[in-house]
T-cell receptor
Framework: GENVEQHPSTLSVQEGDSAVIKCTYS??????FPWYKQELGKRPQLIID?????GEKKDQRIAVTLNKTAKHFSLHITETQPEDSAVYFC?????????????FGIGTKLQVIP | GAVVSQHPSWVICKSGTSVKIECRSL??????MFWYRQFPKQSLMLMAT?????????EQGVEKDKFLINHASLTLSTLTVTSAHPEDSSFYIC?????????????FGPGTRLTVL
């Protein structure tokens, strides 16, 4: 099955600095890579996603890059703000049995220090 | 749009009892819903995929007789933890994909925190 590795597990940055979270996946059939933000005790919220036919996607301060050959994808947050503090999960998804099966990374706890 | 609700949000039960958790898609239809389990400070582990009108597909290591899933309609899936024990205490989250959607985005419910005494 798919194996998604995510690092770092914790990340502290000063407000205004950039944060980068990296993930790797093992199954070359994975074709959809969402990123979720989860605040303590709350549901995961999709913040950005990318498909395997695209190398980069940006949405304001958030960007995701994908290297299919190396099976790497990364989340970049620029100009970090305290409200960005949360746990971020990467995921790799592929079609299996008529639906997209999602495998999550272990998560990165991001702390933005004011 | 794309709101998923769960009920209850938290539940405390005695060991040996059964607990039912409901997952509803409020403003869309979902032929497929997913049930995850999340331990403190850990990732989301897929337990099973719930398919409307058919049997659920369970992930390896998940006991289907322990975690009963029913997807009776396009907007409702239920997870019943049977004969719950303290080790079943966890955060259970469902997600659903919009049947009419053009993306593979899954929308998550707010989760149910189960504590078994």
């Amino acid at each position: 099955g798919e194996n998604v590795e995510q690092h770092p597990s914790t990340l502290s940055v000063q407000e205004g600095d950039s944060a980068v979270i990296k993930c790797t996946y093992s199954d070359s059939a994975s074709n959809y890579f969402p990123w979720y933000k989860q605040e303590l005790g709350k549901r995961p919220q999709l913040i950005i996603d990318i498909r395997s036919n695209v190398g980069e996607k940006k949405d304001q301060r958030i960007a995701v890059t994908l290297n299919k050959t190396a099976k790497h994808f990364s989340l970049h947050i620029t100009e970090t703000q305290p409200e960005d503090s949360a746990v971020y999960f990467c995921a790799a998804s592929k079609r299996s049995g008529g639906y997209q099966k999602v495998t999550f990374g272990i998560g990165t706890k991001l702390q933005v220090i004011p | 749009g794309a709101v998923v609700s769960q009920h209850p949000s938290w539940v405390i039960c005695k060991s040996g009892t059964s607990v039912k958790i409901e997952c509803r898609s409020l403003d869309f239809q979902a032929t497929t819903m997913f049930w995850y389990r999340q331990f403190p400070k850990q990732s989301l582990m897929l337990m099973a995929t719930s398919n409307e009108g058919s049997k659920a597909t369970y992930e390896q290591g998940v006991e289907k007789d322990k975690f009963l899933i029913n997807h009776a309609s396009l907007t409702l899936s239920t997870l019943t933890v049977t004969s719950a024990h303290p080790e079943d205490s966890s955060f259970y989250i469902c997600s659903a994909r919009d049947r009419a959607g053009t993306t593979d985005t899954q929308y998550f419910g707010p989760g149910t925190r189960l504590t078994v005494l």
